[in-house]
């Protein structure tokens, strides 16, 4: 089984966080991550307490 961590950068890419990503690269992003999900590869939020 294969995971993967996200940064925040991927994450802004994916939620399309306004001033922080781009239409262009979220869309690719977008389309990478659902074949990476589809695949079965799983994906890991890391976060601080």
């Known amino acids: 089984m294969i995971y993967t961590f996200l940064d925040t950068g ?5 939620l399309k966080i306004p001033a922080h990503s781009n239409a262009e690269d979220s869309e690719k992003i977008k389309e990478e991550f659902r074949e ?3 695949s079965g590869e799983k994906l890991i939020i890391p976060f601080a307490q």
Not at 10 to 14: A, C, F, H, V
């Open 36 to 38: 990476r999900i589809d």
């Open 10 to 14: 991927i994450l802004d890419e994916l």
